[in-house]
C-alpha cells in the first residue's frame, strides 16, 4: 500500500468530480493526465514507468495493485462511488491517474500512421497490433479518435505503454518531414497489388498509413505517399474493415506473413 491512503466517501469531493472529468478528451488533454482503469491497464503502466499521481480503489478491492509503493497517494472509495468514475459497466475496483506523457515517434523502422480513424475500438486494435507486429511507434493525426480514451485503451489491451504513440496537428506535415528518409505506402483501390513475399524498397523508415474507415485516406496525405498497394480480395466483399486491412497491411510489411 502506498505511504497515504485517504477516504472518501462523497461523489461530491472535488476529487471524484475531477476524475469523473477525465472521461472529456478536452480535460485529458487540458491537464496531460489519463485514468486508467482495472488491473490490466493500471499495471501495465505501473510496470512500464508511467507517472502515477495517485491510485484510486473502491472498498471492495482486494486486488495486489493495492500494495503498489511507488505511488506517491492512494484513495479509498465506497463502491459506488468508484464505479461512477468509472466508465466500464462491471470495474474491477482499481483505478490510476496518470501523467499522460506522449513521447515523440522517430521515423525509423516500422512506423503506423492513422488518418482520421474515428472508431476507437479501430485505434486501440491498430496500436495493440502495432506492437504484436514489432514496430516502432504509431502517429494520429489529430482527427483521429483519441488513442487514450476508454474505448481505445481497453481495445489496446496495455500495447500503448510499450511503444510511442503520438498524435500531431498535421499528419501531412510530419510525413512530409519523415518522408526525406521514408517509404509511405498507402492503401487504395487502384493500388498495386500485395503479392506474398514482395517487400518493395529497403528503406531505413516504413510508414504505413490507414485511412478513415468510410473516406479511407485524404487527399492531401495521398500526396505524400511514395508507394500505394491494394490487398487483394476474392470474395464479394468491397472492403476490409480498416483495423484488419492495417494488421495484413503491418504483417505483410514486417515480413511476418
Not at 22 to 46: F, P, Q, S, W
Request: net charge neutral.
Amino acid at each position: 500500500m502506498s505511504d497515504q491512503v485517504r477516504n472518501i466517501t462523497s461523489r461530491k469531493n472535488p476529487n471524484v468530480v475531477f476524475w469523473r472529468s477525465l472521461k472529456e478528451i478536452r480535460v485529458r488533454r487540458e491537464h496531460r493526465l489519463v485514468l486508467l482503469e482495472g488491473d490490466k491497464l493500471t499495471g501495465e503502466a505501473l510496470s512500464a514507468g508511467l507517472r502515477c499521481r495517485e491510485l484510486l480503489m473502491a472498498e471492495s478491492y482486494k486486488g495486489r495493485l493495492g500494495d503498489a509503493g511507488n505511488v506517491p497517494v492512494s484513495y479509498q472509495l465506497p463502491d459506488d462511488v468508484f464505479q461512477s468514475i468509472c466508465e466500464t459497466k462491471t470495474p474491477q475496483g482499481i483505478a490510476g491517474v496518470f501523467y499522460l506523457e506522449e513521447p515523440h515517434v522517430q521515423p525509423k523502422g516500422l512506423i503506423l500512421a492513422l488518418d482520421a480513424v474515428q472508431d476507437p475500438g479501430n485505434v486501440g486494435t491498430m496500436i495493440r497490433t502495432a506492437d504484436a507486429a514489432g514496430f516502432q511507434g504509431v502517429v494520429l493525426s489529430r482527427q483521429c479518435a483519441d488513442a487514450w480514451g476508454s474505448k481505445a485503451l481497453r481495445a489496446g489491451m496495455g500495447s500503448h505503454f510499450h511503444l510511442p504513440v503520438e498524435t500531431v496537428d498535421s499528419l501531412l506535415a510530419w510525413l512530409m518531414q519523415a518522408g526525406k528518409r521514408a517509404e509511405i505506402i498507402v492503401s487504395q483501390l487502384d493500388g498495386e497489388l500485395l503479392q506474398k513475399g514482395v517487400l518493395h524498397s529497403g528503406s531505413e523508415c516504413r510508414i504505413i498509413v490507414i485511412g478513415n474507415e468510410g473516406r479511407g485516406v485524404s487527399e492531401e496525405v495521398k500526396t505524400a505517399a511514395t508507394c500505394h498497394v491494394r490487398i487483394p480480395m476474392t470474395g464479394k466483399a468491397e472492403s476490409l474493415n480498416a483495423a484488419v486491412a492495417a494488421g495484413l497491411l503491418m504483417y505483410h510489411f514486417a515480413g511476418l506473413i
